[in-house]
């Protein structure tokens, strides 16, 4: 076995995987160490991917050649577009997946790569020379070097779990925890925080009464999460809906002492988005009921996940409460729900390529990092996995900024400013997202990745395929144009001011679809799907989208204007003597930098932004006067 890597994972969870996977694409020798290698790849949670927000995440990891989005359409059991009825901009495409599908699917994409090493080992500590990472000491197989390593450890670290007043310590359920890392998170001097999270008991379908609950089907047409998949044929199965009750409620309440996170027994802080039963029933105290979804975890797996109950009561009381949910009265508990409390290293001291500020080559991604959910743990570790192996080829890394994506995004907001509870994505967190869409993703991103060399040729192709039919149609759409009375020859109500407008502008109205404009088209030449649907969107954002581009480039001039050194910040009018301080002590070499700075608010950034901007005129009038 080869003893020095290019570049080293630590975790084979969602982070790992890509993390492993990308830097493999990147030509790098590179070693997995995980625990069990039988575990690569498992859903720990639930068994979905994508959804509103994590849909994007999903398709930029497959913009950027990753492979979450493949495998989930390989292993898919039902395809739904959410919020299919609002805007392009706000959908988001998920699918309930097959867990064991999905897992074998992931080790054998992680097998077949011939520069990945597997090692089933406990890696205990890092090892780091002066301010550039050496290597790793694991528990049975020696000290492995390597030129960077990415840290996906997820919930084990410190990792206890919670069920009624029992608690022990573990990764997950049934998995060590890890312990020793730790050690060195504290001797380089990096701050931890605790977080938790929960999950539900599972159901054995055949112990439920399906004719009391309603029942959701999946998509006609499904949409696939990879541009590599070019269609999804599938008997898709269906997930039951039904709900919490009064008396599941009063059970809840009754038994409130006995669930750790209540009985002040758990300090970490848990995710909003995405509460305990517990948690609703205090919360929410004036509802009477709470959805659960009921969905299948595979297509010849009996476990069902009830969605929407995730809890950390006592055995006794999962059992009671569960009982009086309709459709579930005589439901047999598989495996029970509970809660698991775990360290995270706060992100803000890590730069935005995820490399831990100060330690040359050390790089953290996903749940480490303060994020909950698969989707964000793997969109970090394809982009760390990526500049990890940037850094061990001495190449400039991949930078994704808030305008390019929502791994910008996630990135920005975790380096920048920290997250004080588990950090999940939604489309609210993404200030440019009429232009982040799931359908344009491709667009954004994948010519940047090709850049890096993260991807392949077959992607690339198929890419170049795409850009050019969008292309094609768009040029076309924008050449032919008709006057008001030929328009009205298919029923087009326009202005009548005798203009001739391109079809591009006239598919811009709301109430005109393509196929209203269609028959100006050439008759010899057909448009794919894909490009009819992401030109009609780009037609009807079209003036939103304009103005973005404007935003957008005041936000890239601003992030990158430059601070003169000898910059004076003790006269700026409403900055706190906190920050001038923080301001004279850096010195940053632009905003972005001065935006980095632990504490900066977004108006004091407003305030030096607007300083700075007379400064300048100050300067380049000084210099015009002869
Ligand atoms: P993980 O998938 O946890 O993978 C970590 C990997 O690191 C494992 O393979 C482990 O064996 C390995 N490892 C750890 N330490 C070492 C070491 N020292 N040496 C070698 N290998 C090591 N997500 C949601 O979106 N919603 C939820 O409601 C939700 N609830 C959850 C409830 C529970 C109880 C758990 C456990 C997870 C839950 N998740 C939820 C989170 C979801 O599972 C994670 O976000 C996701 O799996 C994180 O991916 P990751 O790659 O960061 O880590």
């Known amino acids: 076995m080869f003893r020095r890597f290019d570049v080293i994972v630590i975790g084979g969870g969602h982070a790992g995987c890509e993390a492993v996977a990308a830097a493999h694409r990147l030509g790098c020798r590179v070693a997995l160490i995980t625990h069990r290698l039988e575990t690569i790849g498992i859903m720990s949670c639930n068994p979905a991917i994508g959804g509103l927000g994590k849909g994007h995440l999903v398709r930029e990891i497959d913009a950027l050649d990753g492979i979450m989005g ?3 359409d390989a292993s898919g059991i039902q395809f739904r577009l959410l919020n299919r009825r609002k805007g ?8 309930q997946i097959d867990r064991a599908a999905y897992r074998v699917a992931m080790q054998s994409a992680i097998l077949s790569m011939p520069n990945v090493t597997l090692i089933s080992d406990d890696a205990c ?19 492995i070097e390597g030129a960077s390593l990415i840290v996906t450890t997820g919930t084990f670290l410190n990792g206890v779990v919670y069920r009624g007043n029992e608690s022990y310590e573990a990764g997950r359920d049934g998995d060590a925890a890890t312990k020793r890392l730790r050690d060195s998170f504290n001797q380089f001097g990096l701050e931890t925080g605790r977080l938790k999270t929960g999950t539900p008991a599972r159901l054995s ?5 399906w004719s009391k609950v309603t029942m959701q089907a999946g998509d006609e047409r499904p949409v696939s999460f990879s541009d590599l998949t070019s269609s999804i044929h599938c008997d898709q199965v269906s997930c039951g809906i039904t709900g919490t009750t009064e008396k599941t409620h009063d059970i809840i309440r009754t038994n409130l002492e006995k669930s750790p996170m ?30 659960v979804f009921l969905e299948p975890e595979g297509r010849s797996d009996d476990t069902i996940y009830p969605n929407g109950i995730s809890t950390s009561l006592p055995f006794e009381v999962q059992d009671a409460f569960i009982r009086t949910i309709p459709g579930l009265e ?14 995270f290293v706060d992100p803000r001291q890590l730069s935005n390529t995820l490399n831990v500020s100060g330690i040359d080559g050390l790089f953290l991604a996903g749940q480490i990092n303060g994020t909950t959910g698969y989707e964000e743990a793997a969109a970090q570790g394809l982009y760390a996995g990526v500049n990890a192996a940037c850094f061990s080829r001495g190449v400039e890394s991949l930078q994704i900024d808030r305008a390019d994506g929502y791994i910008g995004v996630m990135v920005d907001d975790l380096t920048r400013r920290g997250t004080r509870e588990p950090y999940r994505m939604f489309t609210s967190r993404a200030e440019f997202r009429l232009s982040l869409r799931v359908d344009n993703a491709d667009t954004r991103l994948t010519p940047k990745g090709r850049d890096v060399g993260c991807v ?34 298919q029923a087009i109500q326009i202005n009548r001011d005798g203009r001739r407008r391109s079809l591009f502008s006239i598919l811009s109205y709301p109430d005109i679809s393509f196929d209203d404009i269609a028959a100006w088209l050439p008759k010899d030449r057909e448009f794919a799907t894909q490009a009819i649907e992401r030109v009609t969107t780009d037609a009807k954002y079209a003036v939103y989208l304009e103005r973005q581009m404007e935003q957008v480039e005041s936000y890239r001039s601003s ?12 006269n700026i009018p409403g900055l706190s003597q906190e920050l001038t301080e923080k301001f004279c002590h850096h010195r940053p070499e632009t905003l972005y930098h001065a935006e980095m700075i632990d504490g900066v608010t977004p108006s004091a950034l407003v305030l030096l932004s607007a300083h700075l901007s007379r400064h300048k005129r100050d300067q380049a009038s000084e210099n015009s006067q002869p």
């Open 70 to 72: 493949r495998l989930a």
């Open 88 to 95: 392009p901009a706000v959908q988001g495409p998920r699918a």
């Open 125 to 143: 500590e890092i090892l780091v020379k002066g301010t550039r990472f050496q290597g790793i000491r694991t528990g049975s197989s020696g000290d």
């Open 205 to 209: 379908s055949r112990s439920i009464d």
């Open 262 to 291: 209540y009985g002040g027994v758990i300090d970490g802080v848990g995710p909003r988005y995405c509460p305990s039963v517990e948690d609703k029933v205090v919360r929410f105290s004036d509802r009477s009921s709470h959805q």
């Open 330 to 343: 005589t439901a047999r508990v598989k495996a029970y729900g509970y809660a698991i409390e775990y360290d």
């Open 456 to 489: 392949s040729d077959q992607r690339w192709t198929v890419f170049q395929r795409n850009a050019r039919e969008v292309v094609s149609l768009r040029e076309n759409l924008e050449d032919i144009t008709i006057t008001p009375n030929e328009a009205e020859t």
């Open 559 to 570: 992030r990158n204007a430059k601070i003169p050194e000898d910059f004076e910040y003790t």
